[in-house]
């Protein structure tokens, strides 16, 4: 099945720096790629995707960034804010109508006022 | 749009006795949800696939007879804990897909005495 790894575990920034978080997955025929932000006590919400046609998917501070040759994906977050502070966590699975992501461990950012 | 709602949020039980967590989606239909355990500063395990009208599928060392699912209409799963033990206690979180998309509830605080 597929496997995700996910790092950093914890990643502690100021605010106003860039945060990127890279995950890696292992099955060639994933080709849905999700990332979702968890806040404590909270469900994970969606802030972004990116399907493997696509290299690189923006939106406003977000960015994510597919390399399937590698099979590796990150999300970058520019100008950080205090608000971003939560658990990241990435998944990868085939879409479609067998859709069932497998995710990675997550990522605690930390950012800092 | 792609609301999940959960019920209760959290809860409180005596060990031996059972309890019922509801997953809703609340403007779309879905006929496909999962049911997700998540412990301190960890990922989310899968438990189970619930397909409307039809069995759930549980993923491998998840006790069927312990965590039943129903799954009776379009817009609502239910996860039952049975004779609830303080080693189930744990953040449930559902989830429903829609348009390719899974979105996540809330979550489910469950502790057991």
């Known amino acids: 099945g597929e496997n995700v790894e996910q790092h950093p575990s914890t990643l502690s920034v100021q605010e106003g720096d860039s945060a990127v978080i890279k995950c890696t997955y292992s099955d060639s025929a994933s080709n849905y790629f999700p990332w979702y932000k968890q806040e404590l006590g909270k469900g994970p919400q969606l802030i972004i995707d990116i399907r493997s046609n696509v290299g690189e998917k923006k939106d406003q501070r977000i960015a994510v960034t597919l390399n399937k040759t590698a099979k590796h994906f990150s999300l970058h977050i520019t100008e950080t804010q205090p608000e971003d502070s939560a658990v990241y966590f990435c998944?990868?699975?085939?879409?479609?109508?067998?859709?069932?992501?497998?995710f990675g461990r997550g990522t605690s950012l930390i950012v800092h006022p | 749009g792609a609301v999940v709602s959960q019920h209760p949020s959290w809860v409180i039980c005596k060990s031996g006795t059972s309890v019922k967590i509801e997953c809703r989606s609340l403007?779309?239909?879905?006929?496909?949800m999962f049911w997700y355990r998540q412990f301190p500063k960890q990922s989310l395990m899968l438990m189970a696939t619930?397909?409307?009208?039809?069995?759930?599928?549980?993923e491998q060392g998840v006790e069927k007879d312990k965590f039943l699912i129903n799954h009776a209409s379009l817009t609502l799963s239910t996860l039952t804990v049975t004779s609830a033990h303080p080693e189930d206690s744990s953040f449930y979180i559902c989830?429903?897909?829609?348009?390719?998309?899974?979105?996540f509830g809330p979550g489910t605080r469950l502790t057991v005495t």
């Open positions: 998944a990868a699975s085939m879409g479609g109508g067998s859709y069932i992501p497998t």
């Open positions: 989830s429903a897909r829609w348009e390719s998309e899974q979105y």
């Open positions: 403007d779309f239909q879905a006929t496909t």
């Open positions: 619930s397909n409307e009208g039809s069995k759930a599928t549980y």
